[in-house]
């Protein structure tokens, strides 16, 4: 299945595009994560996105498209992909598809992960990341068994210098401006999902893997 997982900052894609990615077997594309190790590497491209994303702004649509027709051509892709944090515009929604069609597929579902500001202001204060298998932590809510070391990888966790209070309002505003826009875009497709995604984890899980096998079905 290709399959998009959208919703605001915090709202969990990351956390539950993790989990499907083992279960179905399909890689999860995260542009945020490929961003950070581009600059990580100081690329031309980490560095060109650097100055947007450590001031909560989108990085320009022609710089995403085309690192996202690149990634989606490798092999990986061939039996699905989750893509999580893209599209984030209605040109890049539109660019998708184009990209897709070209190459004879196009997305099966787009499920949209809901969650009031100020939870998501709290998620995100609270979240460290595995800096290698990049499996996200929160503090309070799922903290590591050892802090600052990764359950699964033993790698050290990090905060992210985009969660910090002030940054992760401007990100929550340009997602109601820029990116809110893109969930008609996908109604009128008629591939959109909506769900819930305050609760527990392992409970968000059930409810999107739910929605997949009826859509695999062949009916919503
Ligand atoms: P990106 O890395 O994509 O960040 P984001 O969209 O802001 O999303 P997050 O990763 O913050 O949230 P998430 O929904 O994945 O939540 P998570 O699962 O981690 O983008 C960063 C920047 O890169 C952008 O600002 C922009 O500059 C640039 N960029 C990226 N893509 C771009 C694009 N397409 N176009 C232009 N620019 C782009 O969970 C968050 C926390 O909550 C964690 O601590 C987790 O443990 C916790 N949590 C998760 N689920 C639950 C739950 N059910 N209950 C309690 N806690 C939970």
């Given amino acids: ?46 560095l060109e996105a650097e100055k947007f994303m450590s001031e909560g702004k989108l990085v320009p649509d022609s ?14 892709c061939n039996k699905g992909f989750i893509l999580d944090g893209f599209p984030r515009t209605l040109e890049q ?32 204060t609270g979240r460290r990341q595995c800096e290698k298998c990049k499996k996200a932590y929160h503090v309070l809510y799922s903290p590591p068994k050892q802090e600052g070391v990764c359950d699964v990888c033993a790698s050290k966790l990090f905060q992210r210098d985009d969660d910090q209070e002030r940054t992760i309002r401007q990100r929550l505003k340009v997602y109601v401006d820029k990116t809110q826009p893109v969930i008609n875009f996908y109604k009128q497709e008629k591939i959109l999902e909506s769900i819930n995604g305050s609760g527990e984890v392992a409970l968000i899980l059930k409810k999107i893997e739910k929605i997949l096998e009826s859509r695999s079905q062949g009916h919503s």
């Fill in 1 to 46: 299945m290709n399959l998009i997982f959208f919703g605001p900052p915090g709202a969990g894609k990351g956390t539950q595009s993790q989990q499907v990615q083992q279960i179905y077997g399909i890689p999860q594309i995260s542009t945020g994560d490929m961003l950070r190790e581009a600059r990580t590497a100081k690329s031309p491209l980490g």
């Fill in 63 to 76: 710089v995403i498209v085309s690192l996202m027709d690149e990634r989606l051509k490798q092999k990986d």
């Fill in 93 to 124: 929604a539109s660019a998708l598809k184009e990209m897709l069609k070209a190459q004879g597929k196009k997305i099966d579902c787009v499920v949209n992960i809901e969650v009031n500001e100020e939870e998501l202001v709290a998620r995100l």
